[in-house]
């Protein structure tokens, strides 16, 4: 049946400018690498204007960053009208930059709550209503970069799975809203991959990483970043609805009622009784922070951390 798969037309990025959010490391670094290899000229957006530059160094002077908080409405339109004065236009967006709090939902500052909601889910409607009128011009492309959180849970990630859920929920709705522009909308669902906010994460709790090995399949596995970036860059090009890091979640996807059940709850429960005490003890060890070390983007602009 393989054989008469319909292969989906590609759209070279050779010559593509592509803005990337949350570049400065990671999978959005990352990225950069992979669409700059394939002719694409790359804008670099975030908040650690030293990692931004010395990717674009890397990458070499046809490429551009720009400091901007994405969620910061006028930053995010100066960036894509820089990027469109330097490059003449715009072909593909990637909203990229994320946060996740090292909390439960009894443990958290409000601020924490909001924060991941404003960066994750709000950052990225943003980025996409700044880059909009321009990928419209060019009939262009659109990556939200959601999770496989979208469609499981683990306690511990409350805020990140219902702002991922969000962002997929958005990029369906915003598919329909600009497909007679000619403009394409995809969502990305990675499960665990070898990142700072990852490492970050199981670094800082040590129950939440025990409770990660111990799920099934893909979604306790860590995946590569060049793994990942390399299934992204191919979304680039083949401007397909859904991309699955790696392939399996996508099974986990279809099957989510199966996994958010009643009978996987029950399971679930059992397991949560014993493991969210101790996460939330190591919560409390943690003296107060509620972000990883690299989460540059917990603080608001406005205010500089304590």
Avoid at 21 to 33: P, Y
């Amino acid at each position: 049946m393989a054989a008469f798969r319909r292969q989906r037309p590609r759209t070279p990025l050779a010559g593509q400018t592509v803005l990337i959010t949350g570049a400065a490391r990671g999978i959005g670094a990352e990225l950069a690498r992979r669409a700059a290899a394939r002719g694409a000229r790359v804008a670099l957006v975030g908040l650690e204007p030293e990692q931004l530059a010395a990717v674009a160094d890397e990458l070499g002077p046809e490429h551009l960053w720009v400091e901007a908080d994405v969620t910061d409405p006028e930053a995010l339109e100066a960036a894509v009208q820089r990027t469109v004065d330097t490059f003449g236009g715009l072909d593909i967006v990637v909203a990229n930059a994320g946060i996740a709090p090292l909390t439960t939902v009894m443990t958290s500052s409000a601020h924490a709550l909001a924060r991941t909601i404003e960066v994750n889910l709000i950052g990225t409607m943003l980025t996409a209503h700044a880059a909009l009128p321009e990928i419209a011009k060019r009939k262009g492309h659109v990556l939200l970069i959601s999770s496989a959180a979208a469609f499981t849970v683990l306690p511990g990630m409350s805020a990140y799975c219902a702002s991922k859920a969000g962002v997929e929920r958005f990029g369906d709705a915003l598919r329909l809203e600009v497909a007679y522009r000619g403009v394409t909308v995809a969502s990305a669902h990675p499960t665990w991959i070898d990142t700072d906010m990852v490492r970050d994460t199981e670094e800082s709790l040590p129950t939440f990483k025990a409770t990660r090995r111990q799920l099934p399949g893909p979604l306790g596995a860590f995946t590569s970043v060049e793994a990942c970036a390399d299934a992204l860059v191919e979304n680039l090009e083949t401007r397909g609805r859904r991309v699955f890091v790696p392939g399996s979640v996508g099974v986990v996807s279809a099957l989510r009622q199966l996994v958010t059940g009643v009978v996987a709850e029950k399971v679930a429960m059992k397991v949560s009784a014993k493991r969210v005490p101790q996460l939330e003890r190591d919560i409390a060890a943690l003296n107060g922070q509620e972000f990883g070390r690299n989460s540059i983007g917990a603080q608001r602009k406005d205010k500089p951390a304590a």
